[in-house]
């Protein structure tokens, strides 16, 4: 594994700054080890890199001795240097064999990876290497057919939803599009399509459902028992009443809910106030579209959060029971027990958020407008919150009419009328 990097240096024949690239790697001892390259563009330097990583797995470098150790003399030394010989691509020869799918995902393109792009994204990586590697291991990089995907393909989606599918399929091709890139592989084998038929709906909280849910996680009302786990009902439910209340009022997602603090809540700004959602490096927390933004408060959760900082003394507004100086992970299960109490459907945490959206767009704001407070980075969601609020809308009409909008096929209709 090698990559490159870029310094600015003078260059002598032009009396310039100009970018002077080098080659880094690690021998088989472990120890690092530095090629110059030389001043030239960085599409150039990827050229070469490509060449110089294949000697590499072949262990067919040139010109060794001119390897040197890291850190290489400091630029600014009076010592006259000399241009290192530049490697040059080996003659074309016999196409090398390729290697197993399982042991280019571990040990090539994974650690490739790793240096682009960012840590949430190699933990989703990582773990369809493994399944990858359990299910097609065995198989040779030039024997990856669309026969053999599409078998993966089949066996997959009897175990497992099409999305986690089209994602393994996905990070495959990555993969793939690599080795054709280093020259192991000839060309990217064609993929089979995969649709995603078992998608679910999303849920959308009605008015009664929302007062009932918020009814069976207040603190002060009266649970099926009096004690849990030796604490109090007030203890047990009073951070994940105020978490689905700040959900509904304010559409923020679940990590941007449990990484905010007292200090994130700007009592003064406006009317009622309003809360910032933005970096917080703490706990490494970024927004997921990394822009801030700010949401203003409505006067229920303004009432909520003032009483509950009262009765806080934690920087964080959902702190841990067993450590008040981190913030709490999830509600999940709070928020799961309490629709089993109000008899309401079981609604994911997100869906809180739609369901603010919803509410939002039923009272007639703009798509721009939702979009920069509830921090979506493209419309696809509000479409179906706007076609979900049509739909209501177009029931209400209707069932004010008389007709029950239920009835769209023509022979429910002449059922109907004959009735």
């Keep these: 594994m090698a990559w490159l990097k870029e310094r600015k240096r003078k260059n002598p024949a032009t009396g310039k700054r100009e970018k002077y690239f080098s080659i880094r790697w690690r021998d088989h001892v472990g120890k690092y080890r530095e090629r110059a390259l030389g001043y030239m563009g960085l599409r150039e330097a990827n050229k070469r890199l490509k060449v110089f990583e294949g000697l590499l797995a072949t262990g067919n470098l040139l010109d060794p001795e001119d390897d040197v150790d890291v850190p290489q003399p400091s630029p600014r030394s009076s010592t006259p240097r000399t241009r290192p010989a530049e490697p040059q691509p080996s003659p074309p020869g016999p196409r090398r064999s390729t290697r197993k799918l399982g042991e280019y995902l571990t040990n090539t393109y994974l ?26 291991g065995n198989v040779r990089l030039d024997e990856l057919s669309f026969a053999i995907i599409d078998d993966y393909v089949l066996m997959r989606t009897e175990r497992v939803r099409t999305r986690t599918v089209q994602l393994e399929l996905a990070f495959l091709r990555l993969a793939l599009q690599h080795a054709v890139l280093r020259e192991e592989l000839a060309e990217l084998p064609r993929f089979p399509r995969v649709k995603l038929t078992d998608a679910k709906p999303h849920r959308f909280l ?25 604490r109090p009902p007030l203890q047990r439910d009073r951070y994940a009443w105020l978490a689905v209340l700040t959900a509904l009022n304010t559409g923020m997602r679940k990590s941007e809910i449990l990484s905010r603090k007292w200090d994130d809540i700007r009592w003064r700004d406006g009317s009622l106030g309003s809360i910032f959602v933005g970096d917080q490096p703490d706990i490494g927390f970024k927004p997921k579209t990394r822009k801030t933004r700010v949401i203003p408060l409505t006067p229920e959760l ?15 507004i959902f702190p841990r029971s067993r450590d008040p100086s981190l913030p709490r992970t999830s509600f999940a299960k709070a928020l799961k027990n309490a629709c089993v109490r109000a008899g309401v459907e079981p609604i994911h945490i997100h869906g809180l958020r739609h369901s603010w959206a919803s509410r939002l767009a039923r009272a007639g704001v703009d798509r721009r407008t939702l979009m920069e407070v509830g921090g979506w980075a493209s419309s696809q969601m509000l479409d179906e919150v706007y076609s979900h609020v049509s739909d209501d809308h177009k029931s209400d009409v209707m069932s004010r009419m008389g007709i029950d909008a239920g009835l769209d096929d023509e022979d429910d209709l002449l059922d109907h009328d004959e009735e």
């Design 302 to 316: 303004r009432e909520a959060l003032w009483n509950a900082r009262c009765w806080s003394s934690s920087p964080w």
């Design 111 to 136: 650690p490739r990876a790793d240096r682009k792009y960012e840590p949430s994204t190699m933990v989703g990586f990582r773990e369809r290497a493994r399944t990858l590697t359990k299910a097609l």
């Design 206 to 230: 009605t008015n009664d459902e929302t007062q009932a849910l918020l009814a069976e996680l207040h603190p002060d009302r009266a649970q099926p028992h009096e004690v849990t786990r030796g």
